[in-house]
């Protein structure tokens, strides 16, 4: 039994490797100044510069870029965070947290369910 929490693990392993294809998909793709992504994503531009580089959200980026759902989820994030949407994107993070954690397990790493998740499976 492990008393750490399932967004402690998300947390480490997959919501920085989110934030990584983010960063790059709005510079790269998108055209934004390093300084303009790290405003719409609400972290520091070294912040966005460490991911980019890939120093940062390396472990399980991989995976996720090749999972064609997860890279479709995170597409459309990166469009509403391009536009500026004055939608709330914040609680589109556990979509994606909860979307990387089944990309993980089909990929044979276990990540218990969060409480976002389990409500989720309550409503079924």
């Not at 510079?27 to 890939?54: D, Q, S």
């Amino acid at each position: 039994m492990s008393i750490t929490p399932p967004c402690e693990i998300s947390v480490k392993e997959i919501l920085p490797a989110v934030r990584s294809i983010i960063a790059t998909k709005l510079v790269k793709e998108k055209g934004l100044p390093l300084y303009e992504a790290a405003k719409k994503m609400g972290i520091t531009p070294a912040a966005v510069a460490n991911y980019m580089n890939k120093k940062r959200g390396n472990s399980v980026r991989e995976l996720i870029e090749h999972d064609k759902k997860m890279m479709e989820m995170i597409t459309d994030f990166v469009e509403k965070v391009y536009i500026g949407t004055n939608e709330d994107l914040s609680n589109y993070y556990c979509m994606l947290c909860s979307e990387g954690k089944k990309v993980l397990k089909r990929s044979g790493i276990d990540v218990p369910l969060c409480a976002y998740e389990s409500s989720l499976m309550l409503k079924q």
